[in-house]
C-alpha cells in the first residue's frame, strides 16, 4: 500500500509541473534545438595532438595504385618535392618493374601516371616520380637517430585501399632485424628496423611513420602476422618501419644515380635464431672488410659496437645500419672462448636499379 500511495504522489507531482509549464507558455528547449559548434581552427589545434599531425602529413602522403602483368597491388608515398618525387617501398612498385602500370592518388583526388626513378629491393625502397605536376606539399623528414621506446608516434596511408587513413601508437622497439618479404625470403632483405604498435595493414606499405611535430622518422614497410597462407592479413599491433636516416641515403643515391649502396662487411652468417646467440661466421671474403681486420671462420660476432647480435639476422641489419666506409668496433669470441675486439672499415656493394 505504501509503494502505490507513494507512486500516486509523484505522478501527480509530476502531472502538476507540466501544467503549470504548460499554462505559463514556456518552452523547454532540447539539446536537438541548439546549433552545433563551429569547427576548432587548424592553427588552433594543441600543438603535439594526433589531429594537428593528421592535418600537416595528410597532405603530402599519396595512394600508389599498381597494375602488373598478373597481379594489381596498392601502397603509400611520401611527397619528396613539389614536381613529383615521391619515397617509397620497393615491394609496392615492383610490380610495375616487370611491365606493369603505375599510378598515384592525389591529396585532391587527380590519377596521375608515375614512373619508376631507381628502386633497392635490399633496403624495400623506390623513389618515382608523377608525371605533369607541380605544386605538391613535400613531407618534413625528421631524424631516427634520436628515437626512443614508448614515443608517439602517428601513420599514414592507405590501408586496404582507403586513403588518408592516420593511425597513431608508439614506438614499441628499435633495431629490429625484420625481413621485407617475410620469413621465407632471404638475407638480402633483412632491415634494420623501428617497431610499432600503431595500425599498419596491406596498403600502408611507404606510407610515413612521424614523431608528433609531424616529421617522418620512418617508411611503414611490414606487419608481423599470426596467419599462414597468402590471404591478406591485419595489424596485430607489430608493425615495422625502415629508419628515415637510411631511406635519406638511399633515397638521395637513388634520385641523383638510380642507384644505391649498401655497407658489407665481407661474411657469410647463417639465417634464423642459433643456440648459441651469436653470428658464427661461415665464411670470409677475401680481401674484403672482415678479413681485413683479422676475422676468421668459426668466429663468433656478439657485438657491432655497444648492440648486442644474437643472430646472423641481427649481423646483417646492423652492418646495413651503416654507410659505406663506416669503422665499426666489431666484439669477437674466438675458438677457444676468448673475446677480442677488432676495428673494420665496411666495404660498398650496389643494391639498387632502375
Known amino acids: 500500500m505504501l509503494s502505490l500511495i507513494v507512486g500516486l504522489v509523484a505522478g501527480g507531482v509530476g502531472g502538476a509541473v507540466g501544467y503549470e509549464l504548460a499554462g505559463s507558455g514556456s518552452q523547454v528547449t532540447s539539446a536537438l534545438d541548439l546549433p552545433a559548434p563551429g569547427a576548432v581552427p587548424i592553427a588552433n589545434l594543441p600543438s603535439g595532438s594526433v589531429e594537428q599531425v593528421a592535418q600537416k602529413v595528410t597532405p603530402s602522403v599519396v595512394q600508389l595504385r599498381v597494375h602488373g602483368a598478373q597481379l594489381a597491388a596498392e601502397g603509400s608515398g611520401i611527397v619528396l618535392s613539389a614536381d613529383g618525387l615521391i619515397l617509397t617501398n620497393n615491394h609496392v612498385v615492383e610490380p610495375a618493374a616487370a611491365g606493369g602500370q603505375l599510378a598515384a592518388v592525389l591529396q585532391d583526388g587527380r590519377s596521375v601516371p608515375v614512373q619508376i626513378v631507381g628502386r633497392a629491393p635490399a633496403f624495400d625502397l623506390a623513389v618515382v616520380r608523377a608525371q605533369g605536376v607541380n605544386g605538391l606539399i613535400p613531407a618534413q623528414l625528421g631524424t631516427s637517430g634520436n628515437v626512443r621506446v614508448g614515443q608517439e608516434v602517428v601513420a599514414v596511408g592507405s590501408p586496404l585501399g582507403l586513403s588518408g587513413t592516420v593511425t597513431s601508437g608508439i614506438i614499441s622497439a628499435l633495431e629490429r632485424p625484420v625481413r621485407a618479404g617475410g620469413e621465407g625470403s632471404g638475407q638480402d632483405t633483412v632491415l634494420d628496423a623501428i617497431q610499432t604498435d600503431a595500425a599498419i595493414n596491406p596498403g600502408n606499405s611507404g606510407g610515413p611513420l612521424t614523431d608528433m611535430q609531424g616529421r617522418v622518422i620512418g617508411i611503414n614497410t611490414a606487419i608481423a602476422s599470426l596467419g599462414s597462407g597468402g590471404g591478406q592479413v591485419g595489424s596485430i599491433g607489430l608493425g615495422f618501419a625502415i629508419p628515415i636516416d637510411q631511406a635519406r641515403r638511399i633515397g638521395n643515391e637513388l634520385v641523383h644515380t638510380g642507384q644505391a649502396t649498401s655497407a658489407i662487411l665481407g661474411v657469410t652468417v647463417p639465417a634464423g635464431q642459433p643456440e648459441d646467440g651469436a653470428a658464427t661466421v661461415q665464411q670470409v671474403t677475401p680481401g674484403g672488410a ?41 666484439t669477437i669470441k674466438g675458438a677457444g672462448g676468448a673475446t677480442r675486439q677488432v676495428q673494420a672499415t665496411l666495404g660498398s656493394q650496389q643494391v639498387g636499379t632502375r
Not at 319 to 327: A, D
Open 290 to 330: 672482415a678479413a681485413a681486420a683479422g676475422i676468421q671462420s668459426g668466429d663468433k660476432i656478439i657485438k657491432v659496437g655497444d648492440r648486442v647480435i644474437d643472430s646472423g639476422d641481427a649481423l646483417v641489419a646492423a652492418i646495413r645500419s651503416h654507410s659505406p666506409g663506416s669503422q665499426v668496433t666489431l
